[in-house]
Structure formats: C-alpha cells, structure tokens
Nanobody
C-alpha cells in the first residue's frame, strides 16, 4: 500500500505563498503520476494540478501562473508551490498518486492512493 503524507499547509495572508509537500513511502514513486486536489467547505473536491513521471504538468485554469507542481524523485516527494494566494484558494489540499492513469488526470477516480490532506487558509 502506497502511503502519501502531505505537509506545508497553514494560514497565510492574501498575496502570500506556501509550499505543500507530498512524501511517499513508495520506492518506485518516480514512476507514478501525482495530482493535487482541493476541497473547500461545502464544495466537491476539485483538481488543481498534475505531474507525470516525465514531468509533464497540467493545471486548473484559475491557478495557472500562480501554482507550480514539481517532484523530487530522489526524495520520493512531490510539491505544490503556491504563490499569489487568494482567499478562494482556501481548502484542504490532497495529493494523490497512481502508477497507471486510467482516465483523465483531472478526475478523482483516476488515482489509486490519497493522502489525508493539509489545510490551507488564506485570509483577506
């Protein structure tokens, strides 16, 4: 069972930055696709960003130019750098991973493993 542990969340003022980490216990994590999702109170979990094992990336339109997904395969860790944060970015952020993306990178059902989430709160 692949374990994913998110960290780096917190409270930040609008315009500020945070870097989320997603650490994996899996030795072959470098071959996994990784996604970041978020869920705000009362809303469905939504796709934020995705990175393939070849480092191709995709983003939710509203975070393009502000968020950057990356990975350090030597550390079995993926990251989400979040800059120019807005109050509407407030949510619990989850990382997810799969060895074989069976559907859309933006679909929750395409990922096999999930972390427990980290809270990001952006104050206005």
């Amino acid at each position: 069972q692949v374990q994913l542990v998110e960290s780096g969340g917190g409270l930040v003022q609008a315009g500020g930055s945070l870097r989320l980490s997603c650490a994996s216990s899996e030795r072959t994590f470098s071959s996994y696709a990784v996604g970041w999702f978020r869920q705000a109170p009362g809303k469905e979990r939504e796709f934020v960003a995705h990175i393939t094992w070849t480092r191709i990336t995709h983003y939710l339109d509203s975070v393009k130019g502000r968020f950057t997904i990356s990975r350090d395969n030597a550390e079995n860790t993926a990251y989400l750098q979040m800059d120019s944060l807005k109050p509407e970015d407030t949510a619990v952020y989850y990382c997810a991973a799969t060895r074989c993306l069976r559907g859309s990178y933006g679909s929750r059902g395409s990922y096999d493993y999930w972390g427990q989430g980290t809270q990001v709160t952006v104050s206005s």
